[in-house]
């Protein structure tokens, strides 16, 4: 089993590879957001490390602004674009280090309550697409049965409406 700093830097090298990726991070976010989002994990990285290496880390109110700035862009980028898997894994990675972060150091309320929507936001995609999926599914089943329907529910179903007629006549 991995142990938590083995974790740790896994997931910070697999955040600088997503936030690398030009070609993905173009199509979710501008060059300025880009730019705030790698100024804010620099600081929180920082913070982490020497919080690591037993030093006293006092964080500063500027990087709490670049931590909040940086989960508004991500935010935004969740509630107006198609939520791809490079946006995905990047949003998870990010609010679990930024979350990491502000709760070792900061705990600050505002950080914590856009952490929670930003996950929110991804587990009702995750819900959603797994009900268009079964959803789809269920409507495959629906129109075999459908073109393969006995003629006795046919039968059946004439013979309600002509029950439902003569009742209705006698009204």
Do not use: C
Request: charged residues 40%; without cysteine.
């Amino acid at each position: 089993m991995a142990s938590p700093k083995e974790i740790y830097k896994k997931k910070r090298e697999k955040l600088r590879e997503l936030l690398n990726s030009k070609k993905d991070r173009k199509k979710v976010f501008e060059k300025k957001e880009i730019k705030d989002i790698e100024n804010s994990i620099d600081s929180i990285f920082k913070d982490l490390d020497q919080l690591k290496d037993g030093k006293e880390v006092e964080v500063e109110g500027e990087n709490i602004g670049k931590a909040k700035k940086s989960l508004m862009h991500i935010l935004n980028g969740l509630t107006t674009r198609r939520i791809t898997g490079w946006l995905e894994e990047t949003s998870k990675i990010y609010t679990e280090i930024v979350g990491n972060w502000n709760q070792q150091l900061k705990q600050d309320k505002d950080i914590e309550t856009l952490s929670r929507a930003i996950n929110r936001i991804l587990e009702g995609e995750k819900t959603m697409d797994d009900t268009i999926s079964m959803l789809k599914t269920l409507k495959q089943h629906m129109d075999k049965y459908r073109r393969n329907e006995p003629p006795a529910f046919k039968l059946s179903r004439h013979y309600l409406e002509k029950i439902r007629e003569n009742e209705e006549n006698k009204d």
